[in-house]
């Protein structure tokens, strides 16, 4: 895959590069944004997606040490490039997540889960 940096932009070259479950969020992201029956809620969120501001970063298992790391690595990225995105940028951060976790987890454990987690 195609990346200057930890993020990623969306276009068809970059994504036809991802993995399966990384262009399986992108497509629900894409769905999410351009259904016209229930309109996405933040309007500058959808201008943002409309223009290619947004970015994009994928990192793995949540309960893992290293995803903490890897998270760090893109918010670093965003914050110190964020201005040069346009003025409708956002970073969304997909999380690579087992099936037992899709399966079993409630609303309860993920904010237990994410509440816990701090970069050092």
């Known amino acids: 895959m ?14 036809s590069k991802l993995n ?19 309109p996405f809620p933040c309007i500058p969120a959808t201008i943002g ?6 970015r994009y970063g994928f990192v793995g298992d949540p309960r893992e040490d290293a995803t903490v790391g ?5 918010l670093k990225d965003f ?13 969304i951060i997909f999380y690579q997540l087992p099936d037992t ?7 309860e454990d993920y904010e237990q889960l994410f509440g ?5």
Do not use: C
């Open 2 to 15: 195609i990346r200057i940096s930890v993020l990623f932009q969306d276009n068809p070259t970059n994504r």
């Open 20 to 38: 399966k479950w990384e262009r399986a969020m992108l497509e629900k992201i894409e769905i999410k944004m351009t259904e016209k029956d229930k």
């Open 49 to 54: 997606f409309s223009m290619n501001q947004l």
């Open 70 to 74: 890897q998270l760090a690595a893109i």
């Open 79 to 91: 914050t110190e490039q964020s201005k040069e995105f346009g003025d409708y940028t956002s970073l």
């Open 101 to 107: 976790m899709k399966n079993t987890y409630t609303v």
């Open 116 to 120: 816990n987690k701090s970069v050092h």
